[in-house]
């Protein structure tokens, strides 16, 4: 579980990394905080490359909460 989780939380650093370059080719001035609300940013809002990357970085996220409560309810294998 532990090298999962590792692995898990590298891909989602380097796909926050790339959401914050991606919203950075439209909107140069964006920050780390900028792009967790895209609603202020009409040139993110409307963007579909952005939003495409937005939800690969969710998609991470929901893996981790997925294997995270697997985990606490002892249904995720013990082996790594």
Do not use: H
């Not at 990394?17 to 900028?34: A, H, I, M, N, Y």
């Not at 202020?40 to 490359?49: A, F, I, K, V, W």
Request: aromatic letters at 8%; hydrophobic letters at 35%.
């Amino acid at each position: 579980m532990n090298r999962v989780m590792t692995l898990l939380d590298e891909m989602i650093e380097w796909q926050r990394e790339k959401l914050l370059k991606c919203g950075r080719s439209f909107v140069p001035t964006l920050t780390s905080e900028d792009v967790l609300q895209p609603i202020d940013y009409s040139q993110l809002e409307e963007n579909p490359y952005f939003r495409y990357e937005e939800g690969v970085l969710e998609g991470l996220l929901s893996v981790k909460a997925s294997l995270l409560s697997l985990k606490r309810c002892g249904k995720f294998p013990n082996n790594e």
